[in-house]
């Protein structure tokens, strides 16, 4: 599914509400990147980074850890396939960028 959807434009579209109960932004993103992480392809996980990336990650205190966690729990030649995908998108959001300039901590 989610290889088949605008994953950033569906997180940005679901809205976290002070007003209301839910924090359903914040949940969706934590199901993706952390509760369902190992269900995930090396291609979804790309593209959970990539939306994460978009949203910039510094509009949410969680996102670093959300990316921290996708990179941590890949391993071996998954991880080198992640960097080559998230590389070869041909947009501004690189591997490099996320890992030096968006993730401060």
């Avoid at 976290?16 to 952390?34: C, I, K, M, P, S």
């Avoid at 392809?41 to 996102?63: D, E, F, G, M, Y």
Wanted: glycine content about 4%; hydrophobic content about 45%.
């Amino acid at each position: 599914l989610i290889c088949h959807v605008k994953l950033g434009l569906l997180i940005y579209k679901i809205k976290d509400h002070r007003h209301f109960a839910g924090q359903h932004r914040t949940e969706l993103v934590q199901l993706l990147a952390v509760d369902r992480l190992p269900a995930l392809t090396v291609i979804s996980r790309v593209i959970v980074l990539h939306a994460l990336q978009i949203l910039k990650l510094r509009a949410n205190p969680r996102a670093e850890h959300w990316v921290r966690n996708i990179i941590l729990n890949t391993h071996g030649d998954d991880l080198s396939e992640i960097k080559t995908l998230t590389d070869a998108k041909g947009d501004y959001f690189s591997m490099n960028k996320l890992i030096y300039d968006d993730i401060k901590s």
